[in-house]
């Protein structure tokens, strides 16, 4: 990813910014420029709820090369409490204690570095709830 492109995606990436859509009231996360539901085209920006629960989840055994290092780890789809799902890493956490409808929290924290004078990526990854 070139480095214009990864600065302008911040807002939403650090943030947990997402849309509304005036007329039907879809959250849109990522954003986007018509809404799916009504095809309407005005949007209110909003910050989404960094709560929810482990929808799903399965443990990575065989990484790829950039996460070689953290195997085995999981990811999971998590629904936020405002209703809208995203698939994120399971930080700080056994992969054999995770269940289905557990609570966690998202955090921003460092996904990889782009070489060693490259980029460092952020995104989010959820943490299990006490």
């Given at each position: 990813?070139?480095?214009?492109?990864?600065?302008?995606?911040?807002?939403?990436?650090?943030?947990?910014?997402?849309?509304?859509?005036?007329?039907?009231?879809?959250?849109?996360?990522?954003?986007?420029?018509?809404?799916?539901?009504?095809?309407?085209?005005?949007?209110?920006?909003?910050?989404?709820?960094?709560?929810?629960?482990?929808?799903?989840?399965?443990?990575?055994?065989?990484?790829?090369?950039?996460?070689?290092?953290?195997?085995?780890?999981?990811?999971?789809?998590?629904?936020?409490d405002d209703?809208?799902?995203?698939?994120?890493?399971?930080?700080?956490?056994?992969?054999?204690?995770?269940?289905?409808?557990?609570?966690?929290?998202?955090?921003?924290?460092?996904?990889?570095?782009?070489?060693?004078?490259?980029?460092?990526?952020?995104?989010?990854?959820?943490v299990l709830?006490?």
């Open positions: 990813m070139s480095t214009a492109r990864y600065w302008r995606e911040i807002p939403h990436r650090y943030r947990l910014e997402a849309s509304r859509c005036k007329q039907c009231g879809y959250i849109a996360y990522p954003h986007r420029l018509i809404c799916p539901e009504c095809q309407c085209r005005e949007f209110v920006p909003i910050t989404l709820k960094n709560t929810g629960t482990i929808e799903t989840y399965t443990v990575i055994r065989v990484a790829p090369s950039q996460f070689v290092d953290q195997v085995p780890y999981a990811v999971a789809i998590v629904k936020l209703g809208v799902a995203l698939t994120c890493q399971v930080a700080d956490t056994d992969p054999s204690k995770l269940a289905i409808g557990k609570r966690v929290t998202l955090e921003f924290r460092r996904i990889q570095a782009d070489g060693e004078a490259g980029v460092l990526a952020y995104g989010l990854k959820a709830q006490p």
